[in-house]
Every structure is written in C-alpha cells, then in structure tokens.
C-alpha cells in the first residue's frame, strides 16, 4: 500500500539471493570491463532495490558508483532518467538496458546500448536519433518459453493410454478421451514443471546441468514465467471439462500433490520417493478416469512397485552426483550420500517386486481372458529383470540422467527393450 519501492525494499529484506550463483550476462561484463580499462567510469544504476544491487556490485567488483530505489523512490523509467540527468549533470552518459522502460534514459544520454533486445525495441532506440550499439540476439523467441514446458517430460503422461491399452479398449472414443486427457494432463505438468523452476530458482542455479533451465539461466523472464504457470493451468482446466468430473478430481490431486511436493514434501526423507510413485500412479488412473475403464488391482500394484524403483533411481542418481562432487548431502533433499546404498537398495528391491506382480498376474484368471497365449507374456517379465537390473548398475557408475524415464528414452538399449515387451505382448495377443 505504501508504493512499488516500499514493497521491494521489504522483499529484499526478505530474501536470500546468493549473488555468485546469478545469471550474469558474460558480453556484458566483459563491455564494462573493457569500459574501465579504457578509463571509464561505471555506475549501476537499478530499479532493484539498493541492498540486492549493492550486493551484486560487490561480488562483481566492477562499478563505482551503485543505485538502487530506496524505499521512498522507485528507480526505474522517468525518474530514473531524471536521477541520472541530476546525478552526472553535465557529464556524457552511455546507458545500458534491455526494455522498453529504459526508453526514457535511452532519450536523455548521450549513447544507448541494448542487450538482447526484441528487433522492434532496437527500432524504436535507433528513432531516438543518438549513437546506438546493440549486445547479444534480437530477442531469443518462443525457445525459452517451449523450453520450460518441458515437452520431452511430456512422455510420461503416455501413461494416460495404458488403462486403454490394458484392457484392449482400441475404439474411437477411448482413443479420443485419451488423447484428450494426454494433453490436459502435459499441460497441467508443464504448470506445475514451471512454478517448480520458480520455486527451485537458487538450487537450479548452483546445479551443473538445470542451471542451463530458462528461468534459472535468465533467458525467460521471472515476471513471464510467473504468468505461464496459472494460464496453462486454466487452458487445461477449460479443455478437461469434456472429460468429466472424476477426471477433473484425479487432476486436481495431481495438482495439489506436485504444489506439496514443490513447496515441502519432496526435502521429506522416504516420502518424497513415495509420492513421485504415486505421482506416476495417477496418470494411470487419470486415464482410467477419461475413459471410464476399471483399474485392476494388479495393474496398479505394478505401478506403484515399478515406479518407485524409478524414483528411487532418480535419488540414487543424485546422490551418486553428490559423491562425485564431494558434497555431503543432496542439495534441498533430505538425503546424505551415506545413504546411497539404502536408496540403491531400494530401487532393486521395488523394480524386483514389481516384476513379481506381472508374474502372479499371468497366473490370474484376467489374463487367460484377454490373451490367447499367456506364455509368451513370461518373455517380459525377464525384460523387465534385465532392464532394472542395468538401470541400477548405470546409476551406480555415474551414468544415469537426472531423470531415470529420460535417460531411457536416449537410451538405445531401453528402446530395444520396449521392443521386446510390445513384441511379447502382441504375441500373447494374437498368437
């Protein structure tokens, strides 16, 4: 209620920003490097507030002079043209932004440098007539905002098809609500993955592979992606209604259990294991949903066994990270890395037992009536044995992807495994 500079003021208060783990633009200090070298004077002038960029002028080590908004002043756009015209009154002045608010000091000095503006930004700092030069792309595009849907993560929610394809469902209509809630369902995890990133922002940028992420990296806006996270939600809401009330129920769980584990459960030892199975485990009941078809029990007693093998490969595989790099414990988890061989453990334990489901399902009464030939079903389970038994031994030497269902997606053995299942599979069919 007291103004935009009073707000930032008490956020900075607030936070805990770790200013070497920032995403620093390199052709831009390098500029202001070879600036002073040249005997320039530098001054960071910012609408953050003073304490964030006194701390980041600090750490750089490359300014003379540092202004932030105070509180009472919000340093940004016409006043900030108007502190810099009191502040160096008579001196010749080159400014460097990268927005459109920073047309109004673009006017006022004497030079203007843009960084990695949009072409029509560039544009309109070029019709001011003054001496311009422009650092980095013209804009980056649509690249970081795909980026952060993480579309390739999309293909779990495959797992939306499997009660159709369990239960031999292949009509029309069963395929069109599953393709339905496909899409629903990457959309609303695309929402969660985004407001993950935005939460996860300092832990992403200490990390050697997710601080390349477009938030964490800086090439997507923290303000856009703020944005993204409630508009997909509401854009798979909307194409949800179709699909029924039970389905938007199983959604809403999801929802609501991907916000706990973001916001708390997944630094929970165990626990967060058990939801991300769990998590797995609803996307198969989210097309069980769509389509109105029944899970079996076996069905989802594989499901839980298997995927929380899988989770515990992707805490095996941090952990491994962890040892590598000589850290003590896995960064916002609540693991040591002397528990690596427990969590290992784990894994083989539940990826063995869920193979141990398949096998007393083939035995069951179901199988013998949706099967012709039940035997050759038997030819997946040792799939399955082999394909485990190397996850774990991969993930055991430091070759594992942060994401064990990634990896397996690049992996050319996993492919041929796939193979192997959908050709057992389909000879238990139709021989």
């Known amino acids: 209620m007291k103004g935009r500079a009073r707000l930032k003021e008490e956020l900075a208060a607030l936070a805990d920003i770790d200013t070497a783990a920032l995403p620093y633009n390199e052709e831009v200090l390098a500029y202001i490097r070879r600036w002073r070298d040249a005997g320039g004077r530098t001054a960071l002038v910012t609408a953050s507030d003073r304490r964030i960029a006194t701390a980041i002028a600090d750490h750089l080590g490359l300014f003379d002079e540092v202004h932030g908004s105070d509180g009472s002043n ?48 560039r544009q309109r700092v070029e019709a001011l007539g003054g001496d311009t030069e422009h650092l980095g792309a013209a804009g980056s595009g649509l690249r970081p905002y795909i980026k952060a849907l993480r579309p390739h993560q999309w293909l779990k929610n495959a797992l939306v098809f499997v009660p159709m394809l369990a239960a031999q469902r292949l009509d029309w209509t069963a395929l069109w609500q599953t393709l339905l809630a496909f899409v629903v369902f990457s959309l609303v995890a695309s929402s969660v993955y985004v407001l993950n990133d935005l939460l996860d922002l300092s832990a992403d940028r200490s990390h050697p592979r997710k601080r390349n992420r477009p938030l964490a990296s800086g090439s997507l806006p923290i303000a856009r992606g703020s944005l993204m996270a409630p508009v ?42 058990c939801l991300l199975a769990g998590l797995y485990t609803l996307r198969i009941v989210a097309g069980g949903a769509a389509t109105a078809i029944p899970l079996s029990v076996w069905l989802l007693a594989f499901s839980i066994f298997f995927f929380f093998s899988l989770a515990a490969l992707k805490r095996q595989a941090e952990l ?112």
Not at 240 to 261: C, D, E, N, Q, R
């Open 74 to 121: 919000n340093l940004k756009g016409v006043a900030k043209a108007a502190f810099i015209a009191r502040q160096f009154s008579g001196q010749s002045v080159t400014y460097m932004g990268d927005a459109p608010v920073d047309l109004a000091v673009w006017k006022e000095a004497g030079r203007a440098v843009t960084v990695n503006a949009p072409a029509r930004l």
């Open 232 to 273: 997909l939600l509401l854009v798979a809401l909307a194409l949800a209604l179709p699909l029924g009330i039970k389905f938007i129920a199983v959604m809403a769980v999801y929802y609501a259990s991907t916000l706990a584990y973001s916001l708390y459960l997944k630094r929970q030892l165990i626990i967060d294991i």
């Open 320 to 431: 491994v990270d962890g040892v590598a790099a000589g850290k003590v414990t896995a960064h916002g988890r609540g693991y040591h890395v002397g528990d690596l061989p427990i969590v290992a453990s784990m894994a083989i334990a539940a990826g063995y037992l869920s193979v141990l489901v398949m096998a007393l399902y083939l035995n069951s009464p179901a199988v013998r009536e949706l099967y012709h030939r039940p035997a050759a079903l038997w030819g997946t389970c040792l799939v399955l044995l082999y394909w485990i038994s190397r996850m774990v031994m991969k993930t055991h030497r430091g070759k594992m992807h942060d994401d064990p269902v990634v990896f397996a997606v690049t992996d050319n053995v996993s492919r041929f495994c796939l193979i192997l299942v959908f050709a057992f599979t389909v000879a238990g069919v139709r021989l």
